[in-house]
Structure formats: structure tokens, C-alpha cells
């Protein structure tokens, strides 16, 4: 059931007349939800101005949260979402304090004394309007939240993949948890990068953190030695645990002629041997 | 007592990962040696990406395996793709229809103590396996 105009109207006069008290219940319930994790003063100021963006939308007689006279309570409600989910709140958290606005009304018009079945019928559908805007606000939580995951897993793909510098000559690029074509991408990128800047003629690819090797990441390693080759550099492969080893060999995987070791260490003191420096 | 088998459904590479990882907690709760562990996972992670990559996505069913005498890991990898036309070959070391090594399915056969394929060209692929403990 959508808002009439009429209503709207007779809505947008109550939510004026009695700003200040609907603003303080409505401040109260949200308050109890979020159990003081956020300031009266701050919750104070948000529900004034969401009550003034709701106001606005029914004196433009807003019929539902998509017209042009919500697009004000539109904005101010993504921007409550967003700093709420930035803040750590749940969706429910979020999306409870817009419900609580259905409370307070009801207790501003309880305190008016009108009961007749216009009254009623008003409410109900001022009621579905204020579900929309939950439903809303929920909507961009979850929208604020993916985006944050999708930051997280690119600070996660810089993060995971450093290239060290292990002996003058020698690069070493450890890798740690799952192999994706993306990390796989950033690795070589590196890697080769590496080898560019440093002159090394040495790589030593360290597998040891991670967990499964499958055909996909034995392909993703070795494009990543032929494309260091290329460049006139060597590349070793260290940290192939037993149960590793014995995977790679039921699965049928060929390393042809890359060196691969157990340790790091291994593999670094098979570099030294062959350029013919000291190292213990 | 028996647990039920988890499912999982596999439309996106995080999904492969979530298979790998739920395949590697059922392993170590049933108590399969390292080796084992990494061979089924290893095994789980080649055939659900060639559910998803080949079979356009389908699910994956994890659940315990138990013949009276040995306990183990069964995993059902169901798809509704286009099927395998030609087994022989599909098994075939190093024959890939993508950009593959070739050495999945045929690797993950090797992997595990039982492997079973249904397939028929249009009506998807089902491939069971098990995996027991020693």
C-alpha cells in the first residue's frame, strides 16, 4: 500500500508540529538498540536531520522512496548506511533504528489522541513507506560492506606478495596460502619486475605456505619460472613438503629440469654452490 | 553415527576454495594421514574447478564415507554441462579441452581409491569419489 498525497501531507504537517518529541522517542528506542555504542549527542543529531529528510519527502508528497521528492532521504539514508557499516554495526542494528521511527510516530500520535480509522489507515501507510526506507538502508549496508571486502582483498593481493632479497644475486618470493590466476599474476609481475631492478640471475620460489598444490597453481609456477627464464634468469623451487611431493607426482605434474627443494635454506645453499660463493 | 553430507555449490573460483577448505576439515576429523589429506584435497580442488570451469558450475556434496570396516571421505561433483563425449581421451595424460595442463581428471583418479563417472554429452557430469582412511 503506497502513500497517498493526502496522506503524505497530513504526515509531513505531524512530523512538524511535533518534531521535538518525536525526535526524542525515536532517539531513545534506537539508543536501547545499540546499547550506547554510539553517542546520544551524535544519535540526536542523525534523527534530526533524517526527520527533516523525511518531512521533506512527504511535504513533496513522496508516494514511495524512489520518486524525486525522497531523493534528499535517499542520500541521507546511504550515508547513515555507510558510516554505520564502517562503524562495525550489523545490517540489523542499521536498519532497526529506521523501524524505530514507526515506533515513535505511533507514540506521538497515541499522545495526539486521535484514534478513528483514518488515523489508522494513515499509519499503515506511512508504515510501508518506512519499511521501504529500511529495507533501503539495508540495501546499502550491504552494498558499503562488499565494497570494503573488495578493498580488503586488493590490499590482501599487495600485501601476500613480497619479493625479497635473500643474497646479492638471489630473490626469493614466498608464497603464502591460495595460488589464484590474479595472485598468480602479481607474483610474475613481481618476480620479473625484481629480476629487472636488481639484476639478479637467481628466483627461489617458496612454496611452503601453501596448502594444496594442484594443477592450476604448478601451471601458474611454471609459467612464472619460463617467463623468469626468459629473462636470462634461474629459477629454484623450494618448500615441497613430503605429502606435497607426493601429490604432485600421483597427480602427474612434470617439473622437467627446475631445480626444486625441501627448504628455503636447501635452496639457497644450491644457489651459492653454483655461483661459487661461500655460504652456511 | 553418521553426519550428513555438506553441499556446496560451486559458481565462482572463492567456491573451489570453500570446497577445498571444508574437504580438508572433514579429512582431518576422520583422521586421514597428512599425505591422504593433501592427495583428496588436492583431488577435490581439480575436480570441482573442472566443474566449474567445464561444467558451467554444479554443486559439491562432502559427506563421510563408511564401509564397516574403514571409514573415509566421499565427494559427489554433479554438474549439468555438456558431458564428456569421449572418456578415453578425456583421461589421457596432458589432452586438455581449456588451457589446463591436461593432468586433472586423470590426476585426480590417481589420487583417490575410488573414482566413478556417469556423463552423457548434454546431460552434465557426475563423478564420485572416496577416499579411506589406511
Request: proline letters at 2%; a negative charge; charged letters at 20%.
Amino acid at each position: 500500500m503506497t502513500l497517498s498525497a493526502d496522506e503524505a501531507a497530513r504526515f509531513a504537517v505531524v512530523l512538524e508540529d511535533h518534531q521535538e518529541a518525536l525526535v526524542t522517542a525515536w532517539t531513545e528506542r534506537v539508543a536501547s538498540t545499540l546499547r550506547g555504542r554510539l553517542s546520544h549527542t551524535e544519535l540526536l543529531r542523525q534523527n534530526t536531520e533524517l526527520r527533516r529528510g523525511f518531512q521533506q519527502a512527504l511535504a513533496g508528497s513522496a508516494q514511495d522512496l524512489s520518486g524525486e521528492p525522497a531523493a534528499e532521504l535517499r542520500a541521507q539514508l546511504a550515508e547513515l548506511s555507510s558510516t554505520r557499516a564502517r562503524q562495525g554495526f550489523s545490517a540489523t542494528e542499521t536498519a532497526v533504528s529506521i523501524f524505530a521511527f514507526k515506533d515513535a510516530v505511533l507514540a506521538t500520535l497515541d499522545a495526539q489522541g486521535t484514534t478513528d480509522a483514518t488515523t489508522l489507515r494513515d499509519y499503515v501507510a506511512l508504515s510501508s513507506f518506512v519499511d521501504e526506507a529500511a529495507l533501503f538502508t539495508f540495501d546499502s549496508y550491504v552494498r558499503v560492506r562488499e565494497e570494503l571486502i573488495a578493498d580488503q582483498a586488493e590490499q590482501l593481493l599487495e600485501l601476500s606478495t613480497p619479493v625479497v632479497k635473500l643474497w646479492e644475486g638471489v630473490v626469493a618470493v614466498p608464497l603464502v596460502g591460495t595460488l589464484d590466476s590474479a595472485r598468480a599474476q602479481v607474483v610474475m609481475e613481481r618476480l620479473l619486475q625484481t629480476l629487472v631492478d636488481t639484476g639478479s640471475p637467481y628466483a627461489i620460489i617458496d612454496i611452503t605456505g601453501v596448502p594444496a598444490v594442484d594443477t592450476q597453481v604448478a601451471q601458474h609456477i611454471l609459467k612464472t619460472v619460463v617467463a623468469a627464464r626468459l629473462m636470462g634468469a634461474d629459477c629454484i623451487i623450494s618448500g615441497i613438503r613430503p605429502q606435497i611431493a607426493q601429490t604432485i607426482v600421483a597427480l602427474g605434474i612434470e617439473f622437467g629440469d627446475i631445480a626444486t627443494k625441501s627448504s628455503l635454506a636447501d635452496a639457497l645453499r644450491y644457489v651459492l654452490a653454483r655461483t661459487g660463493k661461500k655460504g652456511r | 553415527m553418521s553426519e550428513p553430507a555438506q553441499r556446496i555449490e560451486v559458481v565462482s573460483d572463492q567456491d573451489v576454495v570453500r570446497v577445498r577448505q571444508l574437504v580438508r576439515t572433514l579429512a582431518v576429523a576422520v583422521k586421514l594421514s597428512l599425505v591422504d589429506q593433501t592427495k583428496l584435497v588436492t583431488a577435490a580442488s581439480e575436480l570441482a574447478r573442472n566443474t566449474l570451469v567445464y561444467g558451467g558450475g554444479g554443486t559439491v556434496e562432502v559427506g563421510p564415507a563408511d564401509n564397516g570396516r574403514r571409514k573415509g571421505i566421499r565427494i559427489v561433483f554433479s554438474d549439468q554441462g555438456p558431458g564428456i563425449a569421449d572418456l578415453d581421451l578425456a583421461f589421457t595424460d596432458g589432452y586438455t579441452s581449456g588451457g589446463g595442463l591436461g593432468l586433472g581428471l586423470s590426476g585426480a583418479r590417481r589420487l583417490v581409491d575410488e573414482f566413478d563417472i556417469v556423463t552423457a554429452v548434454g546431460e552434465g557430469t557426475t563423478i564420485t569419489v572416496t577416499k579411506w582412511c589406511r
